[in-house]
């Protein structure tokens, strides 16, 4: 069993900067694809960022550029960095771990694991 407890969220101004992170259990962290995903009121949930145990990196295009995912082995951590926030990045973020290898890290349906999630607000 793995938990996830995502850390970090709060209140922004558009254009400030927020970095999540998802503290994993688990002795076999380094091996997940570790990814964030977002949830906005009335929306579904969409891909954010991804990343696979040989550090190759994944992002939607709306936050490419903007974003930066990175994980901490040694500390069964995965981070998000958010730069240049914007209103419409409010939402709800999940951090989620996938445990099979060669899954398509974009695809919330690859993920065994889930956390509690963080609320994001950016404001205009």
């Known amino acids: 069993q793995v938990q996830l407890v995502e850390s970090g969220g709060g209140l922004v101004q558009a254009g400030g900067s927020l970095r999540l992170s998802c503290a994993a259990s688990?002795?076999?962290?380094?091996?997940?694809?570790m990814g964030w995903f977002r949830q906005a009121p009335g929306k579904e949930r969409e891909f954010v960022a991804a990343?696979?145990?040989?550090?190759?990196?994944y992002y939607a295009d709306s936050v490419k550029g903007r974003f930066t995912i990175s994980r901490d082995n040694a500390k069964n951590t995965v981070y998000l960095q958010m730069n240049s926030l914007k209103p419409e990045d409010t939402a709800f973020y999940y951090c989620?771990?996938?445990?099979?290898?060669?899954?398509?890290?974009?695809?919330?349906?690859?993920?065994?694991?889930w956390g509690q999630g963080t609320q994001v607000t950016v404001s205009s």
């Open positions: 688990g002795r076999t962290f380094s091996s997940y694809t």
């Open positions: 990343i696979r145990w040989t550090d190759i990196t």
């Open positions: 989620a771990a996938a445990t099979t290898w060669g899954v398509s890290p974009w695809n919330f349906g690859v993920y065994d694991y």
